[in-house]
């Protein structure tokens, strides 16, 4: 049983950084999965905002995130981070990672784990 738990939310200014953090509960199998982050704002569907291979040597964002967005992550720890720099009132969501054996993509339904989710809020 593969457990995520976000953490790193919170209320921001426009223009301002938050650095997202995701701890699995997989024992020493963390670095045999990819990992993935989406968001999901309200009345919104679910997109995908970045993802990273498992050993952390591929890396794809969304293009609203390209530049600003930085995936990375510390396997000794089991953990995958988001930092979101310059950030926007559009970027409001819940954020949540997930984990997908192997290998990275941007689709949420080939993801076979998630987390609860980790609030963010962009004020203007």
């Known amino acids: 049983q593969v457990q995520l738990v976000e953490s790193g939310g919170g209320l921001v200014q426009t223009g301002g950084s938050l650095r997202l953090s995701c701890v699995a509960s997989?024992?020493?199998?963390?670095?045999?999965?990819?990992m993935g982050w989406f968001r999901q704002a309200p009345g919104k569907e679910r997109e995908f905002v970045a993802s990273?291979?498992?050993?952390?040597?591929?890396?794809d964002y969304t293009d609203s995130g390209q530049g600003r967005f930085t995936v990375s992550r510390d396997n000794a720890k089991n953990t995958v981070y988001l930092k979101m720099n310059e950030l926007k009132p559009e970027d409001t969501a819940e954020y949540y990672c997930?984990?997908?054996?192997?290998?990275?993509?941007?689709?949420?339904?080939?993801?076979?784990?998630w987390g609860q989710g980790t609030q963010v809020t962009v004020s203007s």
């Open positions: 997989v024992g020493h199998f963390f670095s045999s999965y990819a």
């Open positions: 990273i291979s498992w050993s952390g040597g591929t890396t």
């Open positions: 997930a984990a997908r054996y192997y290998s990275g993509t941007r689709y949420d339904y080939e993801y076979e784990h």
